[in-house]
C-alpha cells in the first residue's frame, strides 16, 4: 500500500514537474514590444510556442489594442463587428490553451494594414512523456546514484574533432538586405564549429554584441571589429551568440545573426528531458 502511494506521489510530480517546466512567456516583439513599423513575423520566426505558454503584448495604454482574428481578418486586417476579445490592457497576457494556427492584429487605425501589427504563429500540443519513459504503476522506481563530475571535466567543454566551417549567408555571404535567420533556421551550430563571414573588405565588418545591442543595432567603441572580409569566428562555448555589422546603418538594414550553439558533448539526459529539448528545438537534439 506505501509503495503504491509513493509511486502516485512521484507520477504526480513528473506530471507537475513536466507542466512547470514546458510553459514559457514571450515578450511578442521582445524589447519593442507591441508597436509600428515592426517585423512580427521575423520575431516569430524560430520560436516554437506549444499550448501552456503565454504571448505578452506590452504597448501604451490607449496607443493600441490586441485583438484575436481568424485568418481572413489576419490577411485583409479586418476587425469582426462583433468582437468579445479586445484587449487594451497596455500589457496583454493570453495564454495558448489549444493547438493550431492563431493570429492577431492591431484593431486601432489602419495599425495592422500600414503598420504591421500583426502576428500568426502556430502552437504545438504540449508535450507528454513518451510511453517507453512514463513509469508504471505496478514498478518502484530506483535511481542510481549520479556521478559527480570533476571540476576539471565540468568546467572545459570539450572541441569536437569533426567542426564544420558555415559560410554565412551561403552563396551571398555578409551582405545589406538579406534574411539571416532563415539562413540560420534548421542548422545546428556546435562548439568547435566555425562561422565564415564573406565581404569585400572596408564595405563591412563584423561584431560579436550582446542581446540588447544586437535588438537596437548599438555599436559600443571598445566592442572589437573584424574587418578581414574573411573573418573565422570560432564557437568556442555553448549559449546564444549575437553579430552585426557596425558600419553605418548595415545591421538596421538586415546585417545582424543570432545564433544558438550546442555543447560539443555532454552527458546524456533524462528521457523527457531529451524528450522536451527536441521539441523546443524544433526536433532537433541537443
Same mark, same amino acid.
Given at each position: 500500500?506505501?509503495?503504491?502511494?509513493?509511486?502516485?506521489?512521484?507520477?504526480?510530480?513528473? +506530471?507537475?514537474?513536466?507542466?512547470?517546466?514546458?510553459?514559457?512567456? !514571450?515578450?511578442?516583439?521582445?524589447?519593442?514590444? @507591441?508597436?509600428?513599423? !515592426?517585423?512580427?513575423?521575423?520575431?516569430?520566426?524560430?520560436?516554437?510556442?506549444?499550448? &501552456?505558454?503565454?504571448?505578452?503584448?506590452?504597448?501604451?495604454?490607449?496607443?493600441?489594442?490586441?485583438?484575436?482574428?481568424?485568418?481572413?481578418? !489576419?490577411?485583409?486586417?479586418? *476587425?469582426? =463587428?462583433?468582437? &468579445?476579445?479586445?484587449?487594451?490592457?497596455?500589457?496583454?497576457? $493570453?495564454?495558448?490553451?489549444?493547438? #493550431?494556427?492563431?493570429?492577431?492584429?492591431?484593431?486601432?487605425?489602419?495599425?495592422?494594414?500600414?503598420? #504591421?501589427?500583426?502576428?500568426?504563429?502556430?502552437?504545438?500540443?504540449?508535450?507528454?512523456?513518451?510511453?517507453?519513459?512514463? /513509469?508504471?504503476?505496478? $514498478?518502484?522506481?530506483?535511481?542510481?546514484?549520479?556521478?559527480? /563530475?570533476?571540476?576539471?571535466? +565540468?568546467?572545459?567543454?570539450?572541441? %569536437?574533432?569533426?567542426?564544420?566551417?558555415?559560410?554565412?549567408?551561403?552563396? %551571398?555571404? @555578409?551582405?545589406?538586405? !538579406?534574411?539571416?535567420?532563415?539562413?540560420?533556421?534548421?542548422?545546428?551550430?556546435?562548439? #568547435?564549429?566555425?562561422?565564415?563571414?564573406?565581404? /569585400?573588405?572596408?564595405?563591412?565588418?563584423?561584431?560579436?554584441?550582446?542581446?540588447?545591442?544586437?535588438?537596437?543595432?548599438?555599436?559600443? %567603441?571598445?566592442?572589437?571589429?573584424?574587418?578581414?572580409?574573411?573573418?573565422?569566428?570560432?564557437?568556442?562555448?555553448?549559449?546564444?551568440?549575437?553579430?552585426?555589422? &557596425? *558600419?553605418?546603418?548595415?545591421? *538596421?538594414?538586415?546585417?545582424?545573426? *543570432?545564433?544558438?550553439?550546442? /555543447?560539443?558533448? =555532454?552527458?546524456?539526459?533524462?528521457?523527457?528531458?531529451?524528450?522536451?529539448? =527536441?521539441?523546443?528545438?524544433?526536433?532537433?537534439?541537443?
Amino acid at each position: 500500500m506505501a509503495s503504491k502511494l509513493t509511486i502516485q506521489i512521484f507520477v504526480a510530480l513528473i +506530471a507537475s514537474l513536466a507542466t512547470s517546466i514546458s510553459a514559457t512567456n !514571450f515578450i511578442v516583439g521582445d524589447a519593442y514590444g @507591441w508597436t509600428l513599423n !515592426f517585423d512580427y513575423q521575423s520575431w516569430a520566426k524560430g520560436k516554437e510556442f506549444m499550448v &501552456g505558454d503565454k504571448l505578452v503584448f506590452k504597448y501604451p495604454t490607449g496607443k493600441h489594442n490586441v485583438v484575436k482574428v481568424d485568418g481572413n481578418g !489576419f490577411q485583409q486586417c479586418v *476587425v469582426p =463587428a462583433i468582437n &468579445g476579445s479586445s484587449l487594451g490592457s497596455g500589457y496583454d497576457v $493570453i495564454t495558448l490553451a489549444t493547438p #493550431g494556427k492563431k493570429w492577431y492584429i492591431c484593431g486601432v487605425g489602419n495599425h495592422c494594414k500600414s503598420g #504591421g501589427m500583426k502576428l500568426v504563429i502556430d502552437v504545438l500540443p504540449q508535450w507528454t512523456l513518451p510511453p517507453s519513459v512514463a /513509469p508504471s504503476l505496478p $514498478i518502484v522506481p530506483v535511481f542510481p546514484p549520479t556521478p559527480i /563530475p570533476s571540476p576539471s571535466s +565540468a568546467a572545459v567543454p570539450s572541441v %569536437s574533432p569533426s567542426g564544420k566551417m558555415f559560410m554565412v549567408g551561403g552563396d %551571398s555571404g @555578409w551582405t545589406l538586405n !538579406f534574411d539571416y535567420q532563415a539562413w540560420a533556421a534548421g542548422k545546428e551550430f556546435v562548439v #568547435g564549429d566555425a562561422l565564415v563571414f564573406k565581404y /569585400p573588405m572596408g564595405h563591412h565588418d563584423v561584431r560579436k554584441v550582446n542581446g540588447t545591442d544586437f535588438q537596437y543595432c548599438t555599436v559600443l %567603441s571598445h566592442q572589437g571589429a573584424l574587418t578581414s572580409g574573411y573573418d573565422v569566428v570560432e564557437l568556442t562555448t555553448p549559449g546564444r551568440k549575437w553579430y552585426i555589422c &557596425g *558600419v553605418s546603418d548595415h545591421c *538596421v538594414l538586415g546585417m545582424r545573426l *543570432v545564433i544558438d550553439v550546442l /555543447p560539443s558533448s =555532454a552527458p546524456s539526459p533524462s528521457p523527457w528531458s531529451s524528450y522536451k529539448a =527536441a521539441r523546443r528545438l524544433g526536433g532537433l537534439m541537443a
